[in-house]
């Protein structure tokens, strides 16, 4: 088995706990649609899809997508054909608020997920929901986005509307999915909206503004509204793993930068005991940027009063996970912008060819990947209760239903949570990715996630379970990863030429 442990030493049963949560995730405009429906605002990849739709790979947009705006029902008793306790989706934030501030809120929008909020509770699956995956307001967008030190406030006073109409309902929040996508992606780099590309200081002022904006709004959740309502608030981050190639001294540490480059910025500030940047990253980019020119160091420094306005904003650390590296201090670099964040820390990364590849050109399975990653993270900040709130497998659109690669991701991956969890790790809850197939941004339609394999040539975008979501339904009712376990009617697909 490649992800966590061998397969054949997994005969013996090994049960997640009773009550672990089980679930599937989705994010908004991958795929809801209705982009302009019912009084909807443009976001930033609206407008990235509108107006360079050759940075998609196949031209194509989310402004229908899997029209989750117009099947939420569908998607509901998917999630009761898994039995799932849980389903993570997004608030798209320009469909509440379509200028992206508070003085103007759409109630279409609001009632779209009162009604998807509703359906869930009906049948006791509980809603976990991101307040931010990545489709900032093109009206905020107009004024700076992430980079303007007013957003904060902005998003503050977003996440407050967020918890006084549907908190009564929703008992777990994540602020933010995956700064490090956000920031370095977005404002630091070109890969992602709104491909601002300041590979200079983007990703370093932006990971300020979001933390403090993460910290305000759970601040606000605590004081405000979690007396009464008993819920719990988080951010989500993606923590692949970075492991040293060899067992050198200069490997471990230069290990240890790509991990402060990937997450522990985003991190540090909010789960160590210490707050603030990360020591080693903060030191080096202060002494490069002397060296370049700047008056002050790329990376603006937190107050002391901000540093302790954001340490400990945590009820959970919710983690994506997906995939390993491996790190080297001097082998296997390559040129990156000077100056960047992947400049300032100047390490390289490796992937050995028997690491199965996916779809995607960054996801590979990797040996103990799961469990690398929740452990290291478990030791570093005194094992806060965490959610795996992404894992998945991407495979192309004319890969068959019988996904027996995927199956083979999903079952080591979850091995390997359990082993995590054997060694301690406080793990609460697993969210597959995805729910169903879905509008996967700059790789647009040419990558698939899903569960259920959704045909979008097809006007009602019809939705079919894939055998995965067979496996996954086996492994949420019983608790159990049984490797032998056949879905009793998967001969009729086969006999159909799935």
């Known amino acids: 088995m490649l992800i966590g442990g061998c397969l054949a030493q997994q005969k013996q049963e090994r049960h997640f706990p009773s009550d672990f949560i089980f679930g599937a995730a989705t994010s908004a405009y991958q795929v809801e649609g209705g982009w302009n429906a019912d009084g909807k605002g443009e976001s930033i990849w609206d407008r990235l899809a509108h107006t360079k739709i050759q940075d998609v790979l196949d031209q194509s947009t989310g402004d229908i997508a899997a029209d989750t705006y117009n099947n939420y029902k569908r998607d509901v008793e998917m999630m009761r054909e898994l039995g799932l306790d849980a389903y993570r989706f997004s608030l798209a934030w320009s469909r509440i608020l379509p200028d992206g501030t508070i003085n103007n809120i759409n109630e279409a929008g609001v009632t779209f997920y009162n009604n998807l909020i509703d359906e869930m509770l009906k049948y006791n699956i509980k809603p976990l929901v991101t307040l931010y995956h990545w489709d900032l307001p093109q009206k905020l967008q107009d004024l700076g986005g992430f980079m303007n030190p007013l957003f904060p406030e902005w998003y503050e006073d977003y996440a407050r509307l967020a918890f006084e109409r549907f908190g009564d309902r929703v008992k777990l929040w994540i602020t933010f999915n995956e700064p490090r996508e956000i920031c370095y992606e977005g404002y630091g780099g070109y890969t992602k909206a709104p491909q601002v590309n300041r590979t200079d200081i983007g990703t370093y002022h932006c990971g300020k503004n979001l933390i403090l904006a993460h910290a305000k709004a759970y601040r606000t959740y605590v004081t405000h509204f979690k007396p009464t309502q008993n819920g719990e608030c988080g951010i989500t981050i993606s923590v692949n793993w970075f492991g040293p190639l060899t067992d050198s001294k200069e490997d471990e540490y230069a290990a240890e930068l790509r991990r402060q480059a990937e997450w522990g910025i985003y991190a540090e500030p909010i789960f160590s005991e210490e707050g603030g940047w990360p020591k080693e990253i903060s030191e080096i980019v202060a ?206 697909w086969i006999d159909e030429g799935h």
């Open 287 to 492: 002494k490069k940027s002397i060296e370049q020119g700047y008056k002050t160091s790329r990376l603006p420094e937190f107050t002391n009063e901000e540093k302790k306005f954001v340490q400990g904003t945590y009820d959970f650390f919710g983690v994506n996970h997906y995939s390993s590296y491996l790190v080297s201090a001097n082998e296997h670099k390559v040129d990156h912008p000077v100056p960047s964040i992947l400049a300032d820390v100047d390490v390289g990364v490796y992937r050995p060819p028997a690491w199965m590849p996916s779809a995607s050109t960054w996801l590979v399975m990797a040996p103990n990947s799961v469990y690398n990653a929740l452990t290291h993270l478990m030791r570093k900040y005194n094992n806060p209760p965490f959610y795996i709130t992404e894992n998945g497998w991407s495979e192309h659109p004319e890969a068959p239903l019988i996904d027996n690669v995927r199956i083979i991701y999903y079952r080591a991956a979850l091995n390997s949570a359990l082993d995590a969890i054997e060694a301690g790790v406080n793990l609460k809850g697993y969210m597959a990715w995805s729910l169903l197939d879905n509008y996967e941004w700059t790789e647009g339609y040419t990558i698939r996630f899903g569960l259920y394999q959704v045909d979008f040539e097809s006007e009602q975008r019809t939705r079919t379970a894939r055998k995965s979501a067979f496996i996954y339904k086996q492994i949420v009712k019983t608790r159990v990863i049984d490797p032998d376990y056949e879905p009793d009617n998967m001969t009729m």
